[in-house]
């Protein structure tokens, strides 16, 4: 649990609730990325640069908000899901480590 569901109680009917909006804030989203490029001049203009990247190299996991429906009372206050800030799985911020090698040929 992300807090203490039993804290919070369903208002009157017709009332609303003394908590603030915006009174909390969800997990906190950190990720530590890693890049090593190593140039080599191969003939004239042409070089070859070798890249390594890891992504979340610390394998950090960034969980999405928890469930905040008074009415589901199974899934309220629970962290249930992760984030994924690229919107593409397995690749960008809040994904698990990732390591990608790549050559490059610049001209």
Do not use: M, Y
């Not at 569901?5 to 369903?10: K, L, W």
């Not at 009415?71 to 480590?97: Q, Y």
């Amino acid at each position: 649990r992300f807090f203490n569901a039993s804290a919070f109680a369903a208002p009157p009917a017709g009332t609303f609730s003394s908590l603030p909006r915006n009174a909390f804030h969800g997990p906190s989203f950190r990720t530590v990325d890693l890049s090593i490029f190593k140039t080599t001049k191969l003939s004239g203009g042409v070089s070859a640069q070798l890249r390594c990247e890891i992504f979340n190299i610390l394998n950090i996991t960034n969980w999405a908000n928890p469930g905040s429906s008074l009415a589901n009372s199974t899934t309220f206050g629970l962290l249930t899901a992760t984030r994924n800030g690229g919107g593409a799985p397995g690749i960008g911020s809040g994904e698990p480590r990732n390591i990608q090698l790549a050559v490059k040929v610049l001209f």
